[in-house]
Structure formats: C-alpha cells, structure tokens
C-alpha cells in the first residue's frame, strides 16, 4: 500500500454543495484518472490526466471538474450539478515507472449526500 | 467501439473446483488485456497482464484473438479467491483503460 493516498475516506454532503476529493501520489506518475464505482457498473471514467496543466473528459464528466497545477496532485470537485453524487470514488494513477501501463489505485472516497 | 463484457455478474464456485471468469473484448486493434482484483475492503489490484504470461497466485489468463476472449482460469479455487474481478482493456495508444462491469467470484467452503 502507499503511494496513491485518497482522503477523507468518508465524505458526506448537503444537496446543493459542491465538494472536493483528494488524491495524492508520490510514484512519479504522469498520468492520473478519477472513477467512480457504483454497484453492478464497474468503474466508469470522470476524468483524466495524462500531464500536468492538462486533462480530459472521461464518460461520465457531467457535473464534476478536475484540476491537473501539479504532478503529484488531481483533486476532483463534485458540483451541484451532479444528480446522483452518492457513490464510491477511486483515483488512479500510472506511468513510466509502472510497467505495461499498470494503473495503480488509491483505497477510495465514499460520498454520501444527505 | 471497444468494449470489454463481462457475462457473469455472479459466479459460486466450491473450494478446490476449477474456475473460469470470463472476459470479451471488442477492439480491431492489438489490445493489451488485464484482469485486477479486489479483495474485501482492500484497494483494487493488478491481477495480471496478457503481456507478460505469467501466472499469478495460480490464476492464467490467455488471449485469444480469435475469439476476442481473454478468460481467466485457475485449477483449483481457494476461500481467499472470493473477490470482485475486473477485465480491462487498453486500447491503441490511449492511456485510458475501458473496463468490464466485473464479476463476483465466491468460494465456497
């Protein structure tokens, strides 16, 4: 374990606010990538990063935002504007020193929204 | 459209039985296949690749291009197997994986 981290690792939330999950890695990875988990859906792609100062929209991106201003960090806002924000969050990251493009994931985010 | 399917939502399975999760993909490309795990309460894990053929904690996994298939296979299941698995497949020169729904293997005692 290590090297990814997530926090908090749970997260509850009013309707109508915006919050945001962290997501830290000290592997020297370039590219990094937010999922959310929901029951019987797999894992479905938010966002991703593969460098700093730039990201792109994954599946599901309505309603969230990403910010990439350095390597090791790729905080995820989940806004208002998410219908159905209750859910299982996990990062991810990967790059030159992780072979055959091996992601490497973090323990997760549970958000509740109340 | 690249796809990964899963067929098996749920597969139970008896203590020493052989066992096989399924996996297709969709992909005119070469593909590069994996399969992670994720075991009770810990993080989700790289199980193993097609790439490198090796075999893990018992488990094989090989692609066939024929059928599209990347099954995963152990002879002879254990408890400590009971986990939720993945088949993920990365596509061309993308970073980004596309992934199964996944399966729930339970191994029964």
């Known amino acids: 374990d290590g090297g990814i981290t997530q926090s908090p690792k749970y997260l509850f939330r009013k309707e109508g606010q915006n919050v945001t999950l962290s997501c830290e890695q000290n592997?020297?990875?370039?590219?990094m990538y937010w999922y959310r988990q929901d029951p019987g859906q797999g894992l479905r792609l938010i966002y991703y990063?593969?460098?700093?100062?730039?990201?792109q929209k994954g599946d599901i991106a309505e309603g969230y935002s990403v910010s990439r201003e350095k390597k090791e960090s790729f905080p995820l806002t989940v806004t208002s504007a998410q219908k159905n924000p209750t859910a299982f969050y996990l990062c991810?990251?990967?790059?030159?020193?992780?072979?055959?493009?091996?992601?490497?994931f973090g323990p997760g985010t549970r958000l509740t929204v109340l | 459209a690249q796809r990964v399917t899963q067929p098996e939502k749920l597969l139970s399975v008896f203590k020493g039985a052989p066992v096989e999760l399924k996996c297709n993909y969709s992909?005119?490309?070469?593909?590069?296949l994996f399969w992670y795990v994720q075991y009770s309460r810990q993080r989700l894990q790289l199980l193993l690749r097609?790439?490198?053929?090796?075999s893990i904690k018992g488990f094989t996994a090989d692609l066939n291009k024929g059928e599209t298939s990347f099954h995963l296979k152990k002879p002879f299941a254990q408890e400590e197997d009971s986990a939720m698995y993945y088949c993920?497949?990365?596509?061309?020169?993308?970073?980004?994986?596309?992934w199964g729904l996944g399966t729930s293997l339970a191994v029964n005692p």
């Open positions: 991810a990251s990967s790059g030159p020193t992780s072979s055959y493009n091996e992601q490497f």
């Open positions: 993920a497949l990365r596509a061309g020169n993308n970073r980004k994986l596309i």
């Open positions: 990063s593969q460098i700093v100062n730039d990201f």
């Open positions: 592997l020297n990875h370039d590219a």
């Open positions: 097609h790439i490198s053929r090796e």
């Open positions: 992909y005119s490309g070469s593909p590069e």
